[in-house]
């Protein structure tokens, strides 16, 4: 702890560390819903779903693991709201036919739970958020597929993809897609989730629609914020308006910082430049919560970057993918980015809407301390962990229990869970859970999942 302080010193860093952990155990109430803790696991997408998008044994184990963590929060991976729309062919999908199949990964971590609080007592059932996406440019439900907002090379080029590839959605394309939001929420509520994400982060589809300043003749682009916000602004409206009620929330992970220069990036500043990364301007990021929140969004999960593009913003690291380089910047100034940026937000936003950060991994057994801090001074509500809970699915429990994390079993930024979702591979953390990982890190077919 010494050598992190004084790293935070040596890198002039607002970053603060308490050893008191109580304020990631104080409850809170989310219309009427009870959350037992601050703690939140993200949502980590596994690739390891049927043709059909649904569950599998391994699906079912990362849910059943994810249980045993004692988090206030669990956030579903990503589902994909049609079949065009999946990031890979193994994504998980919600349909009609599989309804009941995806309910076993909700019951999954209801066993665990309650297995939990017969052992300790002191853990309730954790509110259960499904993410919804569609992938846009990073469309894959075969071969990749991109369907963008707009063409921008250097996104195609960091995919390698090509800018022919795929089609540019039109506006009906994009009106359409309602639909899809709409009865995925549906079936989310239909069979026990607590709520839905509308994923507007990480450059897919919806959040590539607001920084559609290139986007021309189109009443989904533009130079006016209302225009680059109409297609989330109509879907979220549509669903809270038929969904939305005090026991199911209408939520979203949001970037709030794209890390890619003005006309191409969200929440940077309006100017061209050659500087990277970009300097941040919350100012849309702040309307476009506000506005969201008039509509009835109570909840959102903030997160920077594009890790297609630059890993590194999206989750610091110290060891990249293979055949990437280190970035130039720290890995704690990357973090004092995700802190720093969520604390404007935090403040500049109405008191009742409730914010998830991120970016705490890299931290390791340090994570609790700097997370306690930032939510004891309110800069943050709750806070979220994603690589974390692949390695050590057990964080939330040693922190509430122990006051800290055990060092042995916490993530190492070492990457491979990217590199195995890069390979077409199941993903998972191949150091910590190395007995399921670790043979399809080094190769193993997809088989008995």
């Not at 969520?342 to 609790?368: C, F, H, M, Q």
């Not at 939330?396 to 979702?421: H, P, V, W």
């Amino acid at each position: 702890m010494d050598q992190l302080e004084k790293k935070i010193k040596e890198l002039k860093l607002d970053l603060h560390l308490i050893p008191n952990v109580d304020s990631l155990k104080q409850p809170l109430k989310i219309a009427n819903l009870s959350i037992s803790n601050r703690l939140c696991i993200h949502p980590m997408e596994g690739c390891d779903a049927t043709a059909d998008g649904s569950p599998t044994r391994l699906t079912k184990r990362r849910y059943h693991r994810f249980g045993s963590s004692g988090v206030g929060i669990i956030w579903y991976e990503s589902t994909a709201i049609n079949p065009q729309g999946r990031s890979n062919p193994f994504q998980l999908m919600l349909n009609e036919e599989n309804k009941n199949a995806f309910q076993d990964i909700i019951k999954e971590a209801e066993k665990a739970e309650e297995q939990l609080n017969k052992i300790n007592g002191i853990f309730k059932k954790s509110i259960k958020i499904l993410q919804l996406k569609h992938s846009g440019r990073y469309s894959r439900p075969g071969k990749k597929f991109p369907q963008r907002m707009y063409s921008y090379e250097p996104l195609d080029k960091a995919y390698h993809q090509s800018i022919s590839d795929g089609k540019i959605f039109s506006d009906n394309d994009l009106e359409e897609l309602e639909t899809d939001f709409r009865e995925s929420t549906r079936l989310a509520k239909e069979i026990g989730f607590d709520g839905v994400d509308i994923k507007i982060c990480h450059r897919y589809l919806l959040n590539e629609s607001l920084s559609a300043f290139s986007r021309e003749n189109s009443k989904y682009g533009g130079d006016l914020y209302e225009e680059r916000t109409r297609l989330l602004k109509n879907i979220i409206e549509k669903m809270v308006s038929q969904f939305s009620s005090n026991k199911f929330l209408i939520c979203s992970r949001m970037n709030i910082y794209d890390g890619i220069s003005y006309p191409y990036g969200w929440g940077v500043e309006k100017k061209i430049t050659e500087k990277y990364p970009p300097i941040p301007d919350l100012s849309e990021p702040i309307q476009l919560i506000k506005d969201l929140h008039e509509i009835g969004v109570d909840l959102f999960n903030l997160t920077l970057g594009n890790p297609y593009f630059d890993s590194s913003i999206s989750r610091p690291f110290d060891q990249p993918v293979q055949g990437e380089n280190l970035p130039d910047e720290h890995p704690l100034q990357g973090i004092f980015r995700f802190i720093n940026l969520t604390r404007k937000i935090k403040s500049a936003i109405p008191s009742d809407v409730n914010i998830i950060g991120t970016g705490y991994s890299w931290l390791r057994e340090y994570s609790p301390f700097v997370a306690a801090y930032e939510v004891s001074k309110g800069n943050v509500d709750i806070v979220g962990f994603g690589r974390m809970a692949f390695a050590n699915p057990e964080f939330g429990k040693q922190i509430l229990l122990n006051n800290e994390l055990n060092a042995s079993k916490c993530c190492i930024s070492c990457s491979k869970c990217t590199e195995l979702m890069r390979k077409g591979a199941v993903t998972g953390c191949v150091i910590r859970d190395s007995e399921i990982y670790l043979p399809y890190y080094k190769g193993k077919q997809r088989e008995n999942m």
